[in-house]
């Protein structure tokens, strides 16, 4: 089971059946990614290319099926609805348009494989969930793709930007000691960095 698929399983509070990587698409609302914030200022074509560049990297890494939603004229290197190192890249002509064109791919795909959203719009959120879509809050995914995911199960305490290592166990405790969860299976970290939906 990829990092990705270990995350939906902690979200939706139980173990995934099978490794259904292949059966389902990731959508991923590239407005947060990119550097706007739905305002005025939309993000150069640079920052846009960064975000798809970190996309696919993490696409790669996982070996999932997934697409991005830009706003703007598409880039030079990925035209609308082509593929880029794994990522299918579509666009919408402004920074609002993205909401609908991520409902309408949505629509499209849902029959095919089963599809999860990765956004920061509560709204679109909202409306996606009651149309019978996982969603995935970015901040859940960004905190895997800062941390390069979880390896051995936990992830290393002494990089937190702006905080201080925590401190090590008291004696005869080791320091990457898996916690116990409420249903008796051991946690492997994944946990702290899920976001929940409200």
């Given at each position: 089971?990829?990092?990705?698929?270990?995350?939906?399983?902690?979200?939706?509070?139980?173990?995934?059946?099978?490794?259904?990587?292949n059966?389902?698409?990731?959508?991923?609302?590239t407005?947060?990614m990119?550097?706007?914030?739905?305002?005025r200022?939309?993000?150069s074509?640079?920052?846009q290319f960064?975000?798809?560049?970190?996309?696919?990297?993490?696409v790669?890494r996982?070996?999932?099926?997934?697409?991005?939603?830009f706003?703007?004229?598409?880039?030079?290197?990925?035209?609308?609805?082509?593929?880029?190192n794994?990522?299918?890249?579509?666009?919408?002509?402004?920074?609002?348009?993205?909401?609908?064109?991520?409902?309408?791919?949505?629509?499209?795909?849902?029959?095919r494989?089963?599809?999860?959203?990765?956004?920061?719009d509560?709204?679109?959120?909202?409306?996606?969930?009651?149309?019978?879509?996982?969603?995935?809050?970015?901040?859940?995914?960004?905190?895997?793709?800062?941390n390069?995911?979880?390896?051995n199960?936990?992830?290393?305490r002494?990089?937190?930007?702006?905080?201080?290592?925590?401190?090590?166990?008291?004696?005869?405790?080791?320091?990457t000691?898996?916690?116990?969860t409420?249903?008796?299976?051991?946690?492997?970290g994944?946990?702290?960095?899920?976001?929940?939906?409200?």
């Open positions: 089971m990829n990092f990705i698929e270990k995350l939906r399983s902690a979200i939706t509070g139980g173990a995934i059946k099978g490794d259904d990587s059966d389902r698409l990731y959508i991923f609302d407005r947060q990119a550097g706007t914030n739905g305002g200022n939309s993000p074509p640079r920052d960064k975000a798809l560049q970190r996309i696919s990297r993490f790669e996982e070996k999932i099926a997934a697409l991005a939603v706003e703007g004229r598409p880039l030079n290197e990925a035209a609308d609805g082509s593929n880029y794994g990522v299918e890249v579509h666009y919408a002509d402004k920074a609002s348009g993205i909401p609908d064109r991520i409902i309408s791919l949505f629509d499209k795909r849902r029959g494989k089963a599809v999860t959203v990765i956004t920061s509560r709204e679109l959120e909202k409306h996606l969930l009651e149309a019978g879509c996982q969603v995935m809050r970015l901040s859940t995914l960004r905190k895997a793709m800062d390069g995911g979880i390896s199960g936990d992830r290393n002494g990089t937190r930007r702006g905080r201080r290592p925590k401190r090590r166990k008291a004696d005869g405790q080791q320091q000691e898996a916690k116990e409420g249903n008796g299976k051991q946690d492997s994944v946990h702290d960095l899920i976001d929940l939906v409200d």
